[in-house]
Nanobody
Framework: QLVESGGGLVQAGGSLRLSCAAS????????MGWFRQAPGKERELVAR???????YYAESVKGRFTISRDNAKNTVYLQMNSLKPEDTAVYYC????????????WGQGTQVTVSS
């Protein structure tokens, strides 16, 4: 089970930190990702972090967002700085089981709204 928190309303240029808490004792073996879906748009990958903590970012957030994980706390974070109105979306945390190519566990999502 994945539970996101930390969403909210922020002005452009502001910051938010999203958290995703995972249940279970094998969190460290899962690759984790943050996705987002804006109204009328498809869900897109924002950032991902592998089991070795290597990271990937979408071009639209590179240099502004930082993904990290704390395996001792079973938690993955998304630090979002210099937020823009176009970052407004529902943000989802997801986990990918070892040996798979798809994210097979999803959180319920948390709303991020950036006002101009």
């Amino acid at each position: 089970q994945l539970v996101e928190s930390g969403g909210g309303l922020v002005q452009a240029g502001g910051s938010l930190r999203l958290s995703c808490a995972a249940s279970g004792r094998t969190f460290s073996i899962y690759a984790m990702g943050w996705f987002r879906q804006a109204p009328g748009k498809e869900r897109e990958l924002v950032a991902r972090i592998s089991v070795d903590s290597s990271t990937y970012y979408a071009e639209s957030v590179k240099g502004r967002f930082t993904i990290s994980r704390d395996n001792a706390k079973n938690t993955v974070y998304l630090q979002m700085n210099s937020l823009k109105p176009e970052d407004t979306a529902v943000y989802y945390c997801a986990a990918r089981s070892p040996g798979t190519l798809i994210y097979n566990y999803w959180g319920q999502g948390t709303q991020v709204t950036v006002s101009s």
